[in-house]
Nanobody, 123 residues
Framework: QVQPVESGGGLVQAGGSLRLSCTAS????????VGWFRQTPGKEPEFVAA????????NYADSVKDRFTISRDNANYRVYLQMNSLKPEDAAVYYC????????????????RGQGTQVTVSS
């Protein structure tokens, strides 16, 4: 069983930055496309960004484009989400998910999902 694990969440002021990190058990993350999603209480998960297994293709939700950057370091088995110019509406539990293709992640389909890390943005 592949288990993604997120880290890097926390409290930040509006306009600030955070970098989230995702890894997976068994050093398997390099085999998958990886996506970041976010969810607030009572709402459906929202797609944020995705990156292909090789890192040569990325996708972003319109709401985070030009502020968030997804990247990966397969040599160190990690995928990152750099979040800049954070807004209060970015506050959510962020989780990473693994799939065979970014096209699946863009429509919310994943093979494996982590437990999430809380991001809080104060105004």
């Amino acid at each position: 069983q592949v288990q993604p694990v997120e880290s890097g969440g926390g409290l930040v002021q509006a306009g600030g930055s955070l970098r989230l990190s995702c890894t997976a058990s068994g050093r398997t993350i390099g085999r998958y496309a990886v996506g970041w999603f976010r969810q607030t209480p009572g709402k459906e998960p929202e797609f944020v960004a995705a990156i292909s297994w090789s890192g040569d293709s990325t996708n972003y939700a319109d709401s985070v484009k030009d502020r968030f950057t997804i990247s990966r370091d397969n040599a160190n088995y990690r995928v990152y989400l750099q979040m800049n110019s954070l807004k209060p509406e970015d506050a959510a539990v962020y989780y990473c998910a693994l799939s065979a293709a970014t096209s699946s992640l863009r429509i919310g389909r994943a093979d494996y999902r982590g437990q999430g890390t809380q991001v809080t943005v104060s105004s």
